[in-house]
Nanobody, 128 residues
Framework: QVQLVESGGGLVQAGGSLRLACTAA????????MGWFRQAPGKEREFVAA????????YYGDSVKGRNTISRDNAKNPMYLQMNSLKPEDTAVYYC?????????????????????WGQGTQVTVSS
Protein backbone atom coordinates (compact mmCIF):
# COMPACT_ATOMS: atom_id res chain seq x y z
CA GLN A 1 0.00 0.00 0.00
CA VAL A 2 0.96 3.59 -0.54
CA GLN A 3 0.19 6.47 1.76
CA LEU A 4 0.13 10.00 0.37
CA VAL A 5 0.24 13.12 2.51
CA GLU A 6 -0.29 16.60 1.11
CA SER A 7 1.01 19.77 2.72
CA GLY A 8 1.42 23.44 1.91
CA GLY A 9 -2.18 24.53 1.58
CA GLY A 10 -3.51 27.66 3.21
CA LEU A 11 -5.02 31.09 2.70
CA VAL A 12 -3.48 33.43 0.15
CA GLN A 13 -4.55 36.62 -1.57
CA ALA A 14 -5.36 36.69 -5.26
CA GLY A 15 -2.18 37.01 -7.30
CA GLY A 16 -0.14 35.20 -4.68
CA SER A 17 1.66 31.87 -4.78
CA LEU A 18 1.65 28.59 -2.90
CA ARG A 19 3.71 25.45 -3.17
CA LEU A 20 2.04 22.19 -2.35
CA ALA A 21 4.00 19.07 -1.51
CA CYS A 22 3.00 15.41 -1.64
CA THR A 23 5.01 12.89 0.32
CA ALA A 24 4.59 9.21 -0.46
CA ALA A 25 5.32 6.32 1.88
CA UNK A 26 5.03 2.57 1.49
CA UNK A 27 5.29 0.66 -1.80
CA UNK A 28 6.43 3.65 -3.82
CA UNK A 29 8.78 1.62 -6.04
CA UNK A 30 5.85 0.85 -8.34
CA UNK A 31 5.07 4.47 -9.18
CA UNK A 32 4.32 5.21 -12.82
CA UNK A 33 2.86 8.69 -12.49
CA MET A 34 1.68 11.17 -9.89
CA GLY A 35 -0.81 13.94 -10.20
CA TRP A 36 -2.80 16.69 -8.56
CA PHE A 37 -6.54 17.12 -8.66
CA ARG A 38 -8.78 19.64 -6.96
CA GLN A 39 -12.37 19.73 -5.88
CA ALA A 40 -14.40 22.78 -4.97
CA PRO A 41 -17.69 22.52 -3.07
CA GLY A 42 -20.49 21.29 -5.32
CA LYS A 43 -18.13 20.58 -8.22
CA GLU A 44 -16.54 17.49 -9.70
CA ARG A 45 -12.93 16.61 -9.09
CA GLU A 46 -10.83 18.50 -11.63
CA PHE A 47 -7.46 17.57 -13.10
CA VAL A 48 -4.68 20.03 -12.27
CA ALA A 49 -1.36 18.46 -13.26
CA ALA A 50 0.49 15.17 -13.63
CA UNK A 51 4.04 13.97 -14.05
CA UNK A 52 5.10 10.73 -15.68
CA UNK A 53 7.73 8.96 -13.64
CA UNK A 54 9.70 7.34 -16.45
CA UNK A 55 10.78 10.55 -18.15
CA UNK A 56 9.35 13.45 -16.17
CA UNK A 57 6.87 14.40 -18.87
CA UNK A 58 4.30 16.83 -17.43
CA TYR A 59 0.65 17.46 -18.19
CA TYR A 60 -1.61 20.32 -17.11
CA GLY A 61 -5.29 21.07 -16.94
CA ASP A 62 -6.47 23.95 -19.11
CA SER A 63 -7.54 26.05 -16.14
CA VAL A 64 -4.04 26.14 -14.62
CA LYS A 65 -1.79 25.88 -17.66
CA GLY A 66 0.89 28.53 -17.59
CA ARG A 67 0.40 29.27 -13.88
CA ASN A 68 1.27 25.96 -12.23
CA THR A 69 4.36 23.78 -12.33
CA ILE A 70 4.52 20.16 -11.20
CA SER A 71 7.91 18.78 -10.26
CA ARG A 72 9.73 16.21 -8.20
CA ASP A 73 13.09 16.22 -6.49
CA ASN A 74 15.97 13.96 -7.48
CA ALA A 75 14.78 11.26 -5.11
CA LYS A 76 11.28 11.59 -6.62
CA ASN A 77 9.84 12.24 -3.19
CA PRO A 78 8.19 14.56 -2.42
CA MET A 79 6.40 15.82 -5.45
CA TYR A 80 5.54 19.51 -5.69
CA LEU A 81 2.93 21.76 -7.24
CA GLN A 82 4.01 25.38 -7.55
CA MET A 83 0.95 27.58 -8.01
CA ASN A 84 1.39 31.17 -9.14
CA SER A 85 -0.98 34.01 -9.99
CA LEU A 86 -3.66 32.40 -7.87
CA LYS A 87 -7.28 33.34 -8.45
CA PRO A 88 -10.33 33.00 -6.20
CA GLU A 89 -11.60 30.27 -8.53
CA ASP A 90 -8.54 28.20 -7.58
CA THR A 91 -10.08 27.74 -4.13
CA ALA A 92 -10.54 24.02 -3.56
CA VAL A 93 -9.26 20.98 -1.73
CA TYR A 94 -6.19 19.78 -3.58
CA TYR A 95 -5.52 16.05 -3.73
CA CYS A 96 -2.35 14.17 -4.55
CA UNK A 97 -2.71 10.94 -6.53
CA UNK A 98 -0.40 8.10 -7.53
CA UNK A 99 -0.61 5.61 -10.35
CA UNK A 100 0.82 2.23 -9.38
CA UNK A 101 -0.14 0.42 -12.61
CA UNK A 102 2.07 0.37 -15.70
CA UNK A 103 1.49 3.27 -18.03
CA UNK A 104 1.55 3.25 -21.82
CA UNK A 105 2.17 5.83 -24.47
CA UNK A 106 -1.58 6.37 -24.83
CA UNK A 107 -2.33 6.51 -21.09
CA UNK A 108 -4.54 9.46 -20.22
CA UNK A 109 -3.46 11.05 -16.97
CA UNK A 110 -6.22 13.64 -16.76
CA UNK A 111 -8.91 11.49 -15.20
CA UNK A 112 -9.25 10.24 -11.62
CA UNK A 113 -9.51 6.65 -12.89
CA UNK A 114 -5.87 6.71 -13.95
CA UNK A 115 -4.74 6.72 -10.32
CA UNK A 116 -4.74 4.08 -7.63
CA UNK A 117 -3.90 5.94 -4.44
CA TRP A 118 -5.09 9.24 -3.06
CA GLY A 119 -4.15 11.56 -0.24
CA GLN A 120 -6.58 13.17 2.17
CA GLY A 121 -6.28 16.59 0.55
CA THR A 122 -5.13 20.03 1.58
CA GLN A 123 -7.30 23.15 1.51
CA VAL A 124 -6.29 26.08 -0.66
CA THR A 125 -8.28 29.29 -0.24
CA VAL A 126 -7.67 32.32 -2.43
CA SER A 127 -9.21 35.58 -1.25
CA SER A 128 -10.13 38.37 -3.64
Amino acid sequence: QVQLVESGGGLVQAGGSLRLACTAAGRTFSTYAMGWFRQAPGKEREFVAAIRWSDGMTYYGDSVKGRNTISRDNAKNPMYLQMNSLKPEDTAVYYCALRARPAWSHTYYGGPGAYDNWGQGTQVTVSS
